[in-house]
């Protein structure tokens, strides 16, 4: 047989192998969570606030972690989005072969690698400092902070995908670099940028480590930026850690809500992607 052949089959195969090990392990976590989460899944689970003795087996449910984890997720990707934007925009001003853009590009690349609880613990620090309570507002800004390199390097990476003939037709046309970044490459881009915006906002509220000591943890519903918050992720991590397996199942269920949530980001921004793909040129 051909040495080629054989390479080619050897790691078609090994494709094949790695592709069955993701999906094993993708269904076998939807399947375990959803099997044990169902019993234990009802309307007052998303309909009310935990009562009390709620993580010892009280009634009521987590309305207040849904409510929050949204809260803190769109708060952390519109402040994400405000930064990450403008900087994509900045690095389009560059020349491919800029020093200066390439080193921003790798510092950004080394950020988005650091574990969420890194950034946790940094404002954490901040907080004992500023002698403050664990908050909303904390919680946002930390998830922000962790946002920022993932989506300004995937923005970036979109507009860098923009055809360069339209660039050089908008400098024809006598528009600046800035205009035709804003009006050309930007409206080119947006499929792509709803995109990493909306995968930015399942990373958000997913995310558990990160807002462990700066959201805090309440049964209530925040009423202020300033009122501790519950998230989903949390409430997990707390109904798993009870000795009681009734409450044990709810954590289960949590994970399926939690589920539901992403799997409908997931689908809102291929959805989205779609419907302004049709307006880019190709």
């Not at 510092?107 to 907080?127: Q, R, T």
Request: charged share 10%; glycine share 8%; hydrophobic share 50%.
């Amino acid at each position: 047989m051909d040495r080629r052949i054989a390479e080619e089959r050897f790691f078609k195969g090994l494709m094949y192998v790695s592709l069955f090990i993701v999906l094993g392990c993708l269904i076998s976590v939807f399947a375990i969570v959803i099997i044990k989460g169902i019993p234990s899944l009802n309307i007052s689970m998303v309909t009310e606030t935990p009562h009390g003795g709620y993580y010892l087996g009280g009634g009521g449910g987590i309305l207040n972690a849904i409510v929050g984890s949204l809260y803190l997720a769109a708060g952390a990707v519109i402040l994400a989005t405000i930064i990450s934007i403008p900087t994509a925009w900045y690095l389009q001003n560059f020349p491919r072969s800029s020093r200066f853009a390439s080193s921003t590009r790798i510092l950004l690349d080394i950020a988005a690698g650091i574990p969420s609880l890194i950034y946790g613990a940094f404002v954490f620090l901040i907080m004992v400092f500023l002698q403050t309570e664990a908050s909303l507002f904390w919680g946002i800004i930390t998830v922000a902070l962790f946002l920022v390199p993932l989506l300004t390097r995937a923005v970036d990476e979109v507009m860098q995908t923009v055809p360069k003939k339209l660039m050089d037709a908008s400098y024809a046309l006598g528009a600046t670099k800035l205009e035709t970044v804003f009006h050309v490459v930007t409206k080119q881009a947006l499929p792509g940028i709803l995109t990493a915006v909306l995968v930015a906002f399942g990373r958000g509220i997913g995310d558990a480590a990160s807002v462990l000591f700066t959201a805090g943890y309440t049964d209530a519903i925040p009423v202020s930026i300033t009122d501790p918050v519950a998230t989903l992720p949390l409430a997990i991590f707390f109904q798993l850690s009870t000795p009681f397996p009734e409450v044990q199942e709810r954590a289960y269920a949590s994970g399926i809500i939690l589920l539901v949530i992403v799997l409908i980001t997931c689908v809102g921004s291929r959805y989205l992607s779609k419907k302004f793909t049709k307006y880019c040129v190709k």
